[in-house]
């Protein structure tokens, strides 16, 4: 159709369909009245899975190596998990969903030193806490525990506390505390040193339930 | 039928050529390959078709077909005749179309001409034409075009051109002599049908091929015989698919060993079958220029691979698909589809 | 690296380490090296915690750990090898196939633990199969163990970790920042002498009336271990599984399988024989084997192979002779000599997959097509049509689909300077490195996905899962206490039937998924190793 000619009864563009690509009489593509659909049909489907021993055993293999590194010491499960699975574990423990290895300790001979954890009598430190907490809410106390710490142990080591407590005030304390509280019920007979490495305590098979707080 | 070919000596030629004009002043409405062959009993049917096609292509002759038959008429009386009342124009534009149809665009196949009454399948003519596109005639001719439509428009009518739709540009049309017959360059040859692609046909034809392939590979395997044995004995040449192919009777055209050899191509990039090429004595059945193409079924390397086992391998909105947007793994309709199958 | 791998990486290592591991792991992969700090300050993870989890990764060779030179140490994760993880099953079951159950619990405890001692290694694995054995006080023997161990190691299958320098003796000098860990060719896989003479113990079983006693005595026991754990002979030597060993393994089945599907098995068999001869000799990315004379390969068949020399020969001239080109004639001596041709072996097979590909997702039609192009390199749209025989209208929309999803590339090559389009060729190309990338890439989103929706099909049946497992822990611990069938009849109704069906709908979900996700690895490991081979030098 020219620019200029606007034939009677026939469709006319206010453009020059011949710019798109249509050439004089070609058929238009129809017109779209709905938004196409978000999952279009396929004309294939995919090919059924490999069926075997082989693929059994994998598959077994697979689900088993899951259910086991959830249970090993190397499995560090987030705050909130380890709240709701102690509630059922507690009660139910059943053999079977004892930890595998109680405890791991690195090889610190094979890490760099800033991987070794200081010897913090953290246990004490909370005990101190939970008599200071009424007094410990204002800034200038926090100057005088330093001081404290400071008299303590080395200067190195408190910086870093001192760093984590310029950070975050209050509730990081109460975590503190509940992470000692935990630990206590947690451990047995060994201090914190052996006990570096708790389990995850990962209750039954797959219930991840953070994943809202995936990393993407 | 044995390869003879009888040398001819240049003079004799001539006097052949030199009777067949004489038959053609006696009869001006054009003899036929009989009447020739009463007239000269003692020439050879070979011999016959050479001077025929060497007056052809001086323009001393014309070639018609008549009912199932050829028929050879003296040029000048035709054209003269059936060019009455046309201007000087109009003959011009006729002689450009004759000329371009004079000019034979397939071989001649001697032998095939000695074949007829074994080759059940036989188009009935062994002189086709390519035609000559509107432009060129222009270009030959040197007329304006709106002359050109005019007198080709008027020369239609009297049947005395036609215009063929070619397969190559489905818009374009070449123009011939009324009775002359299309080629393949023009119609497509044995996978066209009226300008249609004859799809079915060739899956056809893929298919059979195919299966003759892998039976012959299972007999092959089956046999039983040494390693070295078992692989020769599953190839099979082109010329024995031809063979099998032409006894099926499938085909309503004839097809030639080059057809086959396209059909066993397209099984060879479907991953199917594999050709190795031999040297063959000159003579053997089958072979073209010393050599042999040898086919035969083969089995793929591999089972589908494992990412086509999901729905994400053949998914068409892959690329939206993000957890949390429209398109998620979690609200996926194909996985889901896939999860209760 | 790309984000699709990270994407990958980070649900692998939040499925196996959890969510801190997973933190840390993703964050350094995304910015590359940072020191300890950086890490807890970006990811917003206390400083403890990122330790724990650079302990963890370090343990498992997914990190490791470079003095910059301004004097901090700086922590680099390896995406290639957290994308391992999901090839564990394969490391396993192929050590179950080759060294039988020890072989297999072998590998397991070293993939679990990352790295372990040759000690601790085989006590673990002899009580884990002195507790599958019959309750008749039978248990499993160190030293069978022990020998499996170093039947691995003499395979590479297993190799010693680099090991920090010894400190002198009586030193008092502190830990150094940041140990250098080194590797001795000669003591890789080198097994240290060890008389390890015992046997596997049992674990107490649960129909044992004080279990917390017996979780006593466990703790009891293995604190001891640990203290003595230091006077092991063995003591700072470690063990890791060697992934690329077994990447060649898998290599040389992938090989020899497409050999038995397209000839025969006994071809396949010499093929087999040939590479196993040439497992020692041939360096992991080298593009052939080393020559081998038909009378050496002879020779090594397997017993219980008896095929004639002359038999023999014909099936290796049949197998140079094969378009297929993984096995090439190298010279004549020896009754010939011949060459298994990896690189090539590899390339038909990535190629064999995006065929595959093509084949399932898009027809027939385009799959002709496409091995069509492959073959004569590059083809106008005319030639397509007539070489592959369909019609223009239908080679222009596979042309066009094939061309979207960059398995095949277009090439314009102007004909006139004005680059007119009438006068220009267009070429369509198929470059099979290109195309195998990006479908690799395609696989770990692949992978990402099917995690992802594995992980949503449990958690919407999260309540259910907990009530089911719930009721089990009750039935198996009112077992333990002697309780009647009844009682636990009546527990084990408190989940209905629609509710059951529920559960198992789930179960087989899950499954197909986990299946799937081993299948792809499957496209992943013939992509990866076929793109390793074009960019190594």
Known sequence: ?216 | MADIKVKLETADLAEIENRILELCQQLPHGITDQVIQNELPHLEPQHRAVAINRLLSMGQLDLLRSGTGLLYRLKDAQSSGKMKGSDNQEKLVYQIIEDAGNKVASRVDFTLVMLVSEISCWLGSSVLSAGIWSRDIRYKSNLPLTEINKILKNLESKKLIKAVKSVAASKKKVYMLYNLQPDRSVTGGAWYSDQDFESEFVEVLNQQCFKFLQTKADAARDNKQSPMIQRNSSFASSHEVWKFICELGISKVELSMDDIETILNTLIYDGKVEMTIIAAKEGTVGSVDGQMKLYRAVNPIIHPTGIMRTPCGLCPVFDDCYEGGEISPSNCAYMSEWLEF | MTQAEIKLCSLLLQEHFGEIVDKVGAHILQTGSQPLRLISNDTGTPLDQVKKALCVLIQHNLVSYQLSKRGFVEYEAHHDRVLRILRYPHYIYTAKTLYGDTGELIVEELLLNGKMTMSTAVKKVADRLTETMEADGKAMDYGEVSSTFVRLVDTHFIYRCPAPLEPPEGAAAPAPVAPLLLTSEKDMYTVPKLSMIGKGKRRRSSDDDDDDDASEQQTKRQKKEADSKETLPDDGIYWQVNTERFHQHFRDQAVISAIANKMDQISSEIVRTMLRMSEVTTSSNAAHTQPLSSNEIFRSLPTGYNISKQVLDQYLSLLADDPLEFVGRSGDSGGGMFVINLHKALATLASATLESVVQERFGSRCARIFRLILRKRHLEQKQVEDFAMVPAKEAKDMLYKLLSENLVTLQEIPKTPDHAPSRTFYLYAVNILSSSRLLLQRCYKTVANLIERRLFETKENKRLLEKSQRIEAIIASMQATGAEEAQLQEIEEMITAPERQQLEALKRNVNRIDASENQVDETIFILESYISTSTKP
């Open chain 1, 1 to 216: 159709m020219s620019a200029t000619s606007k034939g009677r009864g026939r469709a006319a563009f206010t453009f020059d369909i011949q710019a798109i690509g249509f050439s004089r009489g070609d058929a238009l593509p129809e017109s779209v009245s709905q938004p196409s659909p978000v999952f279009p049909n396929t004309d294939y489907k995919p090919v059924p899975l490999k069926i075997g021993d082989d693929e059994d055993y994998m598959l077994a293999l697979k689900q088993e190596l899951r259910g086991t590194m959830k249970r090993m010491p190397y499995f560090i499960a987030a705050e909130g998990e380890i709240q709701a699975i102690e509630k059922y574990s507690f009660k139910y423990k059943t053999e079977r969903d004892k930890k595998l290895v109680t405890e791991w300790i690195p090889d610190w001979r094979r890490l760099p030193r800033e991987m070794k954890p200081r010897k913090k009598k953290k246990l004490k430190v909370v005990k101190q806490k939970k008599t200071n907490i009424p007094a410990a809410r204002s800034n200038v106390d926090v100057l005088k525990k330093i001081e404290e710490l400071e008299k303590k142990g080395d200067a190195e080591k408190s910086d870093e506390e001192t760093e984590e407590k310029e950070k975050k005030e209050d509730e990081e304390e109460a975590e503190e505390e509940a992470d000692a509280y935990d630990e206590e019920e947690q451990e047995e007979e060994n201090d914190y040193i052996s006990s570096y490495f708790e389990d995850g305590d990962e209750f039954g098979e797959g219930s991840d339930d953070n994943m809202d707080e995936a990393t993407y």
